[in-house]
T-cell receptor, first 116, second 112 residues
Framework: AQTVTQSQPEMSVQEAETVTLSCTYDTSENNYYLFWYKQPPSRQMILVIRQEAYKQQNATENRFSVNFQKAAKSFSLKISDSQLGDTAMYFCAFMIWGNQGGKLIFGQGTELSVKP | ETGVTQTPRHLVMGMTNKKSLKCEQHLGHNAMYWYKQSAKKPLELMFVYNFKEQTENNSVPSRFSPECPNSSHLFLHLHTLQPEDSALYLC???????????FGDGTRLSIL
C-alpha cells in the first residue's frame, strides 16, 4: 500500500525561529516525486517544494529545505526564519506513476502556527 | 488570481437537492482533478481527467458525477448526497499527470 504519514498533527514556532515538519512514506516504487504543499486559511493548496527521488541532493527553495532520506523513506521539511505568513496546514505528498499517469498520495497534514 | 477558479466558494444543500460544482483553469493544462478534503484526513483523489478523458475513478459513489466538456472546465454534479459528504472539494490541474498540480481555493460543501 502507498501511504504517507505525518506524525505531528499540530506544531508551533516562534517568529524567526526554525521548525522541522516530519513525513514518512511507504512505497515499493523506486521512481517517484515528493512534495510539500502549504494550505493557508485561504484554502488554496500551494506547492512549496519538490524533490525527485532519484536525486540525492536535498531540494531548497529560499527559506524552505528538505531532508530526504530515501532508504528510511523520510522527507522532512525545514522552515528557517519562520514568518507569520507561514501559518498554514502543511501536507506531504508523493507521486507515483501508473498506467494512467501520475497520482498524488497525501498525508494527513500538520497544522503549523507561527507566533509573534 | 490562482489560475484555477472554483465556484461556488460555499454551498449548503439538502440531501435531495441537485447542484453542481464548477472548476475552470486558465493555465493551458491538459489534466484536471477532483479531490475531497475532510477534517483530519488526507486529501482523497476522486476523479482524474486527462485530455478530457476520465482516467481515474477512485471508487467514488455514483451520487458524484463528473463532467469535463473541455480541457479548461471540470464539473462535479451532486445528487442525493449524504451528511458524510460534507467536506472541502478541491479542483486541481497540471500540464501532464506527471507534473505538479495547481489547486483552486475549493468549494466548502455542507449537507443538511
Amino acid at each position: 500500500a502507498q501511504t504517507v504519514t505525518q506524525s505531528q498533527p499540530e506544531m508551533s514556532v516562534q517568529e524567526a525561529e526554525t521548525v522541522t515538519l516530519s513525513c514518512t512514506y511507504d512505497t515499493s516504487e523506486n521512481n517517484y516525486y515528493l512534495f510539500w504543499y502549504k494550505q493557508p486559511p485561504s484554502r488554496q493548496m500551494i506547492l512549496v517544494i519538490r524533490q525527485e527521488a532519484y536525486k540525492q541532493q536535498n531540494a531548497t527553495e529560499n527559506r524552505f529545505s528538505v531532508n530526504f532520506q530515501k532508504a528510511a523513506k523520510s522527507f522532512s521539511l525545514k522552515i528557517s526564519d519562520s514568518q507569520l505568513g507561514d501559518t498554514a496546514m502543511y501536507f506531504c505528498a508523493f507521486m507515483i506513476w501508473g498506467n494512467q499517469g501520475g497520482k498524488l498520495i497525501f498525508g494527513q497534514g500538520t497544522e503549523l502556527s507561527v507566533k509573534p | 488570481e490562482t489560475g484555477v477558479t472554483q465556484t461556488p466558494r460555499h454551498l449548503v444543500m439538502g440531501m435531495t437537492n441537485k447542484k453542481s460544482l464548477k472548476c475552470e483553469q486558465h493555465l493551458g493544462h491538459n489534466a484536471m482533478y477532483w479531490y475531497k478534503q475532510s477534517a483530519k484526513k488526507p486529501l482523497e483523489l476522486m476523479f482524474v481527467y486527462n485530455f478530457k478523458e476520465q482516467t481515474e475513478n477512485n471508487s467514488v459513489p455514483s451520487r458524484f458525477s463528473p463532467e469535463c466538456p473541455n480541457s479548461s472546465h471540470l464539473f462535479l454534479h451532486l445528487h442525493t448526497l449524504q451528511p458524510e459528504d460534507s467536506a472541502l472539494y478541491l479542483c486541481a490541474s497540471s500540464q501532464e499527470t506527471e507534473l505538479p498540480q495547481h489547486f483552486g481555493d475549493g468549494t466548502r460543501l455542507s449537507i443538511l
